[in-house]
């Protein structure tokens, strides 16, 4: 083989990872109040890039619907609030503005809880497969801060994620 055949083989090679990348390309949204699910959403992160993916991370006030199309699977990361439920000012209308346009996606949920055994959880899923989502693993509930054996979770949804 000449070596011009080698470059063109390494620049297709190297062209098609580009390609699998821009077919891999995940937001990590996320709302926090205490730092646990910002925490919970930076391992996500490692663990997606670990794998491959081009990862982007937003708190819910930095991201906007208009932004969806521009990504291929979505992490959705908010804690338990009050009653067990979703955080109602922000992360909640973005949510439910974002669940139309992001149907038949892959998905992943995650987020803290402090009380309650993470049961704000399963009606969050319930509704995220209602409205369409796929979800690519099951969603991921850590009471607290996550310790290292909760951020090993994390960076497994990553990377569960990224490879789904």
Do not use: H
Not at 57 to 78: I, P, R
């Amino acid at each position: 083989m000449c070596r011009s055949q080698i470059f063109e083989n390494e620049f297709l090679e190297a062209t098609e990872k580009q390609k699998e990348n821009k077919m891999n390309k995940i937001a990590v949204i996320f709302w926090a109040g205490t730092g646990n699910t910002e925490i919970m959403a930076n391992e996500v992160v490692a663990g997606a890039k670990e794998s491959g993916a081009d990862v982007a991370l937003f708190n819910t006030s930095a991201f906007s619907v208009d932004k969806a199309q521009e990504f291929d699977k979505f992490a959705l990361g908010c804690p338990a609030m009050g009653a067990e439920e979703l955080e109602d000012s922000e992360f909640q209308p973005l949510y439910d503005q974002l669940k139309t346009q992001i149907s038949g996606k892959k998905v992943v949920l995650f987020g803290s809880y402090g009380w309650g055994g993470g049961e704000w959880m399963n009606p969050w899923k319930e509704d995220a497969v209602n409205a369409g989502l796929v979800l690519a693993d099951d969603p991921l509930a850590i009471e607290g801060a996550p310790d290292d054996a909760g951020k090993a979770k994390c960076r497994e949804l990553g990377k569960v994620l990224a490879l789904s």
